[in-house]
């Protein structure tokens, strides 16, 4: 598969390839599984089948802006099928060198965040980049 890294985990996990991943969601796109160490109600993480490292690979370009909106609307689906109680969602990306994993991932977070602190992982911090809202990542993808 073109730019598939054979290391990447969350690869494998897309190509099915790993054992105890099971998956929430998957079409030819994307897949959708739980973190394995949530910070919330509900945590589920959505990634593209294709190998994209970050958000910096990212262009404002129509395939990349379908994309991410494809990723946010499963995240949306899934948070309100598992977590209709939680009264606030969120979504977004790590940028770098805040992301743990080289696999470009949607966190989806139903709130509340458990325990309290963990919210600290989830801080926009302005120029140095922390963690974007996918909607305004949507913002900075979406063609003129
Ligand atoms: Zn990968
Ligand atoms: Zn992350």
Redesign the pocket.
Known sequence: MAGATPACIFCQIAARSSTSTSLLHSDDRVVAFEDINPSALRHY?VIPVEHISTVRNLKRRAEDYSLVSHMLDVGRTLLQRDAPQSKQYRFG??QPPF???NHL?L?CLALPFIPRWKHMKYLSLGPLGGFIEAEKLLDKLKPE
């Open positions: 993480l990306f790590h992301n743990s994993v991932h966190h």
